[in-house]
């Protein structure tokens, strides 16, 4: 079972930048699937970016595309989301998920992934 870790939230304001970061220990997944959610108090937890099981292409919620960029260092075992121009819309608790299994068509579907972080929060203010 692998273990994942997210780190890099904090309170910024809006047009600010963050950097998130997922480190994960156990395994290497550097051909998993891996992708962002996050959730917002009293909302549904809902998908931000990811990678596709081992073709290493990147794929954006509407939202944040143009905004934010999925990056991954397969020798550091971790994966970055880099946020810019965030908006208070973007408040949240960030969680990064891992799977071996998930297909590219249910990538966004937060049931497919079995390995979770604990989350770091991103609070925007205006």
């Known amino acids: 079972q692998v273990q994942l870790r997210e780190s890099g939230g904090g309170l910024v304001q809006a047009g600010d930048s963050l950097r998130l970061s997922c480190t994960a220990s156990g395994r290497s997944i550097s051909r998993d699937a891996v992708a962002w959610f996050r959730q917002a108090p009293g909302k549904e937890r809902e998908y931000v970016a990811g990678?596709?099981?081992?073709?290493?292409?990147?794929y954006y919620a509407d939202s944040v595309k143009g905004r934010f960029d999925i990056s991954k260092d397969n020798a550091a075992n971790t994966v970055y989301l880099q946020m810019n121009t965030l908006k208070p819309e973007d408040t949240a608790l960030y969680f990064c998920?891992?799977?071996?299994?998930?297909?590219?068509?249910?990538?966004?579907?937060?049931?497919?992934?079995?390995?979770w972080g604990q989350g770091t929060q991103v609070t925007v203010s205006l």
């Open positions: 990678f596709g099981r081992g073709n290493g292409r990147s």
């Open positions: 998920a891992a799977s071996q299994s998930v297909i590219l068509s249910n990538l966004r579907n937060a049931g497919g992934y079995s390995s």
